[in-house]
């Protein structure tokens, strides 16, 4: 009976499955976007609080703030290890875009 109903609607299956694919990643696309701009606003904050400190320092704040904020669901998936990968990307951008307005890896 299962058999048959999905041979019958296969296509409305299909059309299905990727409306609910497509809803999944635009609802973690904009997560991972409020994350971006969550970690850049700790990185200033970082900037401000730690002005004369070591940058390692600034770093680990940043990622120790960040990943406490992620939702539980993105922890299952993202060790604070990647989480570190990550926003060193993002700080690598940011810097790259603050030296000439491009992100066109002019820093490296």
Excluded: C
């Excluded at 109903?5 to 990727?18: D, H, I, R, S, Y």
């Amino acid at each position: 009976m299962f058999l048959e109903f999905v041979t019958q609607n296969w296509l409305v299956l299909l059309a299905f499955a990727g409306i609910a694919a497509y809803i999944i990643y635009l609802t973690i696309t904009k997560q991972w976007t409020k994350v971006r701009e969550f970690a850049y606003q700790t990185m200033l904050l970082a900037e401000r609080i730690f002005s004369e400190q070591d940058g390692k320092i600034k770093f680990d704040f940043v990622v120790r703030i960040v990943y406490k904020y992620l939702p539980p669901w993105v922890k299952i998936f993202f060790t604070e290890e990647h989480l570190r990968k990550l926003i060193q990307e993002w700080y690598d951008i940011a810097k790259d875009f603050l030296d000439d307005g491009i992100v066109n890896a002019s820093q490296k």
